[in-house]
């Protein structure tokens, strides 16, 4: 896939949805409370559950890993797996704790990541999310949404694969990288998710180019 064919994409998503102030947090260690939270329900659960723990002030690192873990469990219950989120939360809370988010947060970007892969519960898109969205460095971030698309368009490849064929046709930009993800999303769940594939802007003309 050439560079302008990464550009075409982005253009044609930003010209149908428009611009987007994505990932709505006060703070970076909000960021990565909701980067946990996220996995495997919907963005609105996510919301209902930090506004939860903002009632009780649980959203800065020392304070939500003092707290019991049975009230983190009801507080983030709407998430699904809300038993092995808590855990995770804490766990990751206790580590911000000890290490500081700005100690972590000023690592180098390839640091960083494989940092943030070795904590419990954190795969390559949670990795890559709050490299991305909480310590705004430069990772794309590649998610089922992406790889459904890629496919449709005629681009398979595993998370790697596909996460380094954005990085290498488009400038290193944070702000850049945030906007083609947050495009990429709110594009699916509009036309993906309801099958509207007749109407999609991005299959017309481009399955199979190289």
């Known amino acids: ?16 949805i428009g611009h987007l102030q994505w990932w709505p947090a006060d703070t970076p260690f909000e960021v990565v409370i909701g980067t946990i939270l996220t996995q495997q329900t919907k963005w609105t659960n996510v919301e209902k559950a930090i506004e939860g723990l903002k009632k009780y ?4 690192p020392e304070k939500l890993a003092r707290a019991e873990l049975e ?22 809370a206790g580590f911000f704790a000890r290490e500081g988010i700005d100690n972590v947060f000023s690592l180098p970007t390839t640091q960083l990541r ?15 999310s709050i490299v991305l969205y909480a310590a705004d460095k430069p990772k794309f971030v590649i998610d089922a949404y992406t790889t459904r698309i890629m496919k449709c368009i005629g681009i398979e490849g595993n998370y790697m694969q596909l996460q380094e064929m954005f990085e290498k046709n488009l400038p290193e930009d ?7 993800h947050a495009l990429i999303v709110e594009y699916a769940k509009s036309y993906c998710g309801k099958k509207q594939c007749d109407d999609c802007v991005l299959t017309k003309g481009s399955k199979g180019e190289d």
């Open 71 to 92: 009230l983190i469990e009801e507080l983030v219950r709407c998430c699904g797996f809300y038993r092995q989120k808590a855990k995770r939360l804490k766990g990751i």
């Open 1 to 16: 896939m050439k560079n302008e064919h990464v550009s075409d994409i982005y253009e044609a998503l930003l010209e149908k």
């Open 57 to 60: 002030d649980l959203i800065e």
């Open 114 to 128: 494989n940092l943030m892969l070795s904590l419990n519960g954190v795969g390559n898109e949670t990795a890559d």
């Open 174 to 180: 944070v702000s850049l990288y945030k906007e083609y």
